[in-house]
């Protein structure tokens, strides 16, 4: 008797163990990505990363404090940008002359700024209540 109340319990201890470690590793789930949409993952990624260096810059800096952007909030704007807001701006970037239309690709990225915070995707502008 007392060894079928032992089995009995050991049993149970060890389906229970079952059962948890089953729960722990049902969690991780992979999927298959497709070549184009790490290709355009990539070009995301390396369109964040050339307008950052364009914005990095101290006489676009200067330009984005004068209008009460923070350099501080602009890393963190850039990444929550979509990618046709990203093409909007590096194209607008691509098209101007060099040296000359900066002010106009600051206005622009200002915009941009401004538009995702009266749709809620950032708070930078206090003054800029979102639509929600």
């Known amino acids: 008797m007392f060894k079928r109340k032992c089995k009995q319990q050991i049993a149970l201890i060890l389906s ?3 059962v948890w470690s089953g729960l722990l590793v049902s969690g991780a789930q992979a999927g298959v990505i ?12 390396e369109s964040k990363q050339s ?17 009460g952007v923070s350099p501080a909030d602009v890393d963190s704007r850039i990444d929550a940008m979509t990618p046709a ?3 909007e701006l590096n ?4 098209e101007a ?8 690709v600051v206005l622009t990225i200002f915009i941009v700024f401004v538009i995702t915070d009266v749709i809620g995707a950032t708070d930078i502008f206090p003054f800029i209540r979102p639509v929600n």
């Not at 307008?51 to 209008?67: G, N, S």
């Not at 194209?91 to 691509?94: I, N």
Request: hydrophobic share 45%; charged share 20%.
């Open 16 to 18: 229970a163990m079952l």
């Open 91 to 94: 194209t607008a970037l691509q």
């Open 97 to 104: 002359p060099a040296g000359a239309g900066l002010v106009g």
């Open 34 to 45: 497709s070549s184009t949409e790490m290709i355009a993952e990539q070009q995301q990624f």
């Open 51 to 67: 307008l950052k260096a364009y914005l990095d810059r101290d006489d676009v800096k200067q330009q984005m404090v004068e209008m």
């Open 85 to 87: 807001e990203l093409a």
